[in-house]
């Protein structure tokens, strides 16, 4: 190659020393500071997170779990690393068969189809009931809730199908299965929330769900409105009986401890009499053993004592009585007829 071209070459090269020397003091100076300071910021609010003190925070890197950090102020690794909140403490809630659009003092409901095909089950008695309920539960590890089961429950507070609700309405329908009708609308709903709650947190334990089931609580169950007419009969009939009955029983009551108090008294009259006439006749055992204890001592003293001793007690109770000899003649001048007459009078 000739010099020449060589030359021509040469001064299409820009030289370095000759270019503006790059300074922060202009107008472009202060956008860049202002973009790095943006940049900084976005950095520091990506690495800073904070943890309520019901929650803590399931952090991972890359889409893998790396650690768990409890409440309070944490750093992590902008861009590299993401925290998801879990309220560990919350108590959460599931609704079935019926959804609340409003929470207040008087509380509005609404249902669907779902929500009528969740609650409508078949009892041991082949009868169909219309049951809804509420289960109230809390996450314990938050590790299997969010890494073990997919689509857990993120939709139960609109009534969506998930793991979690599925798994309620397979226990409940068996539970309900196992009752008749009447032990689901009446004497039977603590037993069958008592049941469901220990199957459903046995299914939650099996599936490694990481959730602790609180409290399955029924909230209305009612026959299928087509036959609700002849259940409310039912059941007022039932009330009827219950009525009857605890009239009866207070009847009972009233009457049973009075007789019984009667029978007492009676008892007790006549163990006192029996106690007397026992306590009497020994008395007189007694008294006729020591007169005939006299008696041997002094046969005929002892009998003119008591001939006396009875003439004493009986005459004054015979009024006035003359004692005369049958031969006697002449009697009747003897006597004083005048405190006779003085009587007739």
């Known amino acids: ?8 070459r040469a001064g299409n090269v ?60 944490h750093l992590k690794i902008p861009i590299l690393e993401t925290v998801t909140i879990v309220p560990v403490q919350r108590q959460l809630k599931a609704e079935f068969g019926f ?24 009892t041991g008695d082949l009868n169909v009931a219309v049951v809804e309920w509420i289960v109230q539960y809390k996450v314990k590890d938050p590790f299997k809730y969010l890494f073990k089961v997919r689509n857990l429950d993120s939709a139960t507070r609109r009534g969506e199908s998930t793991t979690f609700r599925d798994m309620n309405e ?3 329908r068996e539970v309900v299965g196992d009752h008749s009708v009447n032990e689901v609308l009446t004497v039977g709903r603590e037993k069958i929330q008592v049941d469901a709650k220990n199957l459903l947190q046995q299914l939650c334990d099996r599936y490694e769900t990481g959730l602790e089931v609180l409290q399955i609580v029924l909230q209305d169950v009612n026959p299928p409105d087509p036959v609700k007419p002849a259940f409310n009969e039912v059941n ?4 009827e009986k219950e009525r009857l009955i605890n009239e009866a029983w207070a009847d009972y009551n009233q009457t049973v401890p009075n007789a019984r108090g009667e029978a007492e008294r009676v008892v007790r009259a006549a163990e006192g009499y029996a106690l007397e006439r026992v306590n009497n006749a020994r008395g007189d055992v007694a008294r006729f053993v020591n ?21 004493n007690e009986v005459l004054p109770k015979t009024g006035r009585k003359l004692i005369i000899d049958s031969s006697m003649k002449g009697l009747l001048p003897l006597l004083n007829l005048d405190p006779i007459k003085q009587e007739a009078k």
């Not at 790095?36 to 019901?54: E, P």
């Not at 952090?59 to 893998?64: I, L």
């Not at 007022?236 to 009330?239: N, P, S, Y």
């Open 236 to 239: 007022q009939a039932i009330q």
């Open 291 to 311: 007169i005939y204890d006299e008696y041997r001592k002094a046969p005929d003293v002892t009998r003119k004592r008591l001939y006396l001793e009875t003439l």
């Open 99 to 122: 959804i609340t659009d409003r929470a207040a003092v008087r509380s509005q409901f609404s249902q669907n189809e779902g929500t009528l095909a969740e609650s409508l089950m078949l």
């Open 1 to 8: 190659m000739e010099i020449g071209d060589w030359r021509k």
């Open 170 to 172: 397979a226990v409940m």
């Open 14 to 73: 820009i030289d370095v020393g000759k270019l503006p020397a790059f300074s922060l003091r202009g107008r472009g100076g202060l956008v860049t500071r202002v973009v790095l300071v943006l940049l900084a910021v976005a950095v520091l609010l990506s690495t800073y997170y904070q943890v309520n003190a019901d929650s803590v925070a399931v952090v991972q890197r890359f889409g893998r779990y790396v650690r768990t950090t409890d409440p309070g102020p």
